[in-house]
């Protein structure tokens, strides 16, 4: 909220900042980008295609038990990435 209040505000640089947002659907069924923070901890933003990717996830849903029968597996991948990142 803080940091919502400082962009609206314009107290801080806009340009060359990286947001992270969530994308809402009104009551109209319209939708609408909402913002949820600045992301200064990442250099660079996400490639057009990973965007396009995570909407297609989005759009495609998953139910409560594709995710429950996913769980080893995801678990897995993030251990090999903790794993990886302490070399």
Known sequence: ??????WQ??????ENRIVEV???TLKDNTT???FLRFRDDKPHGNHYTVVEKIQESIMDG?????????IPK???AW?????MSRY
């Open 1 to 6: 909220l803080r940091d919502l209040l400082r």
């Open 9 to 14: 505000r314009n107290e801080e640089p806009l």
């Open 22 to 24: 969530t994308c809402e």
């Open 32 to 34: 609408r980008w909402r």
């Open 62 to 70: 998953i139910s409560m038990q594709q995710l429950i029968e996913h």
């Open 74 to 76: 995801i678990r897995g």
């Open 79 to 83: 251990k090999q990435r903790e794993k």
